[in-house]
């Protein structure tokens, strides 16, 4: 059975060698007897896997001591309501809204407190960042939220905002670990790992350890305490187990890929290929203004908006084992997702595919 190249959004890609390795230690992981998936999460095996999954992601990611790493469940989306319940404290929240994962966010936040909406690019069908360098940032504001990647729409900030002093939050669900990040300007990154680093069921909050109180209200759930998960290590409950394992198999991956630098090399060098290919193409052509442009998720239309040919296109792509190429309905036509674990043939290939399709059907 051949592996297809698979272009999702998410769920997407894994590293080929990380499911082989799984499947090896399937059935008995490290000599345990056991699957990881069988195993007590209270077990001296288990906490080994998660304490080096974390300590894993802190040398990737150069996390300073101050900053905790909780290792959740409920998905980003869950996110979207524990972040305003945990960092609320004026009780106001600025949100810069570049896409449909930041506006859930920012509906989400008009929960528990005053949520406003600073800048916004919908008026173009959130085909570009917004100027951040001086926004009407307010004065009580607890934080300023900002979506990094916008999976949808194939936008990402290649400058942070001016948050004036306030405390930066980004959800980096689709280019965690794409290229270095400077942990120290944001209160809190976290991110659905179904995107660039496991399986759908983790999310990963890192959040500064100042910013996790014990005096919120009354109404927050137990389990969406930072606090709780904090002070338990992320052993609260029973975590998402497996999920976690798989988490730490892509950290020691994008290790051995030479760390962030690389992984961003990579990437850039991955997706120039495509776009340099788009810019050209006289049937296809990229949905974002160029240097807003996200180096994990390529959105592309026909020139003249053909349905019919798009259609086509997308059927002949999966029998040719390019699969998961169409694009989101808000966007429509194609989006290429091209993560980490995508290797640099399955871009070429696909654009090899792309010129003869363009040549077939000119
Ligand atoms: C996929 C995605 C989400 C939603 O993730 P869930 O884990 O399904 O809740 C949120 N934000 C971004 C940027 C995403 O790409």
Redesign the pocket.
């Known amino acids: 059975m051949a592996r297809v190249y698979n272009f999702s959004?998410?769920p997407s890609i894994l590293p080929e060698v990380v499911l082989k390795q799984a499947a090896e230690e399937m059935l008995d992981y490290k000599g345990s007897g056991q699957s990881v998936m069988e195993m007590s999460h209270r077990s001296k095996v288990y906490d080994d896997i998660i304490k080096e999954a974390e300590k894993d992601l802190r040398d990737l990611m150069d996390i300073p001591d101050n900053y905790k790493v909780l290792f959740l469940q409920?998905?980003?989306?869950?996110?979207?309501a524990a972040i305003p319940m945990n960092l609320m404290k004026n009780g106001v929240a600025d949100f810069i809204v570049t896409?449909q994962?930041?506006k859930?966010?920012w509906q989400e936040a008009q929960k528990y407190g005053k949520a406003n909406k600073i800048a916004s690019s919908e008026d173009k069908t959130f085909s570009y960042i917004p100027d951040c360098s001086d926004l009407p940032i307010s004065d009580d504001a607890d934080y300023v939220y900002i979506?990094?990647?916008?999976?949808?729409y194939g936008t990402a900030f290649k400058e942070l905002p001016n948050t004036k002093g306030k405390i930066l939050v980004a959800?980096?669900?689709?280019d965690i670990l794409s290229q270095p990040v400077n942990v120290e300007d944001y209160g809190l990154i976290f991110?659905?790992v179904?995107?660039n680093v496991g399986p759908?069921g983790v999310?990963i909050v890192i959040v500064r350890e100042d910013l996790i109180r014990d005096d919120l209200p009354e109404f927050v759930p137990t389990m969406l305490k930072y606090k709780t998960q904090a002070d338990a290590d992320s052993l609260y409950n029973t975590p998402p187990c497996y999920g976690i394992y798989i988490c730490g198999l892509v950290f020691k991956w994008v290790k051995s890929m030479g760390g962030l630098k690389a992984m961003k090399a990579h990437n850039e060098k991955k997706a120039k290929i495509l776009y340099d290919y788009l810019d050209q193409s006289e049937m296809f052509m990229g949905t974002v203004v160029e240097k807003d442009r996200s180096l994990m998720n390529v959105p592309f239309v026909t020139r003249n908006h053909d349905a019919d040919l798009e259609a086509k296109f997308v059927k002949e792509a999966t029998e040719a084992g390019f699969v998961n190429l169409k694009g989101h309905r808000s966007v429509g036509g194609m989006r290429a997702s091209i993560y980490n674990a995508m290797p640099i043939e399955g871009v070429e290939k696909l654009v090899e595919f792309m010129k003869a399709f363009e040549e077939a059907n000119k």
Not at 74 to 80: D, E, L, R, V
Not at 147 to 152: F, L, Q, S
Not at 171 to 174: E, K, L, P, R, Y
């Open positions: 959004a998410g409920g998905g980003a989306s869950q996110q979207f896409g994962w930041a859930k966010a979506c990094h990647n916008n999976t949808i959800d980096m669900s689709s991110f659905g179904q995107k759908a999310v």
